[in-house]
Nanobody, 128 residues
Framework: VQLQASGGGLVQPGGSLRLSCAAS????????MGWFRQAPGKEREFVAV????????YYADSVKGRFTISRDNAKNSVYLQMNSLKPEDTAVYYC??????????????????????WGQGTQVTVSS
């Protein structure tokens, strides 16, 4: 699976952005998809994940209630709608894919090392 993220940009605090991640390959619909972000000088952190059919989602506490992950398997795409953006949301955002969104012993996969496929990042800057 090859992934291409887009939609980043400069937005004022309180504003909104919608990120997209386009995937190649006919097996996209069988993969769980995640979004991660990495701010300068910080480790890559989990943002959100969605199961293969969009039936279940999970969010980092820092974005819960503000961000929404969704997917359209017919378009081989996953989205991240970001509302009420804050300066601390500034980061490079990455989409990722893995065959299974759950860890073997239970719980969602939230570590970047747990995802096999990655797209290039898209910069999101929240500033006035």
């Amino acid at each position: 699976v090859q992934l291409q993220a887009s939609g980043g940009g400069l937005v004022q605090p309180g504003g909104s952005l919608r990120l997209s991640c386009a995937a190649s390959g006919r097996t996209f619909s069988s993969y769980a998809m995640g979004w991660f972000r990495q701010a300068p000088g910080k480790e890559r952190e989990f943002v959100a994940v969605i199961t293969w059919n969009g039936g279940s989602t999970y969010y980092a506490d820092s974005v819960k209630g503000r961000f929404t992950i969704s997917r359209d398997n017919a378009k081989n795409s996953v989205y991240l709608q970001m509302n009420s953006l804050k300066p601390e949301d500034t980061a490079v955002y990455y989409c990722a894919a893995d065959a299974d969104p759950y860890r073997r012993l239970g719980g969602w996969k939230t570590r970047s090392s747990e995802y096999v496929y990655w797209g290039q990042g898209t910069q999101v800057t929240v500033s006035s």
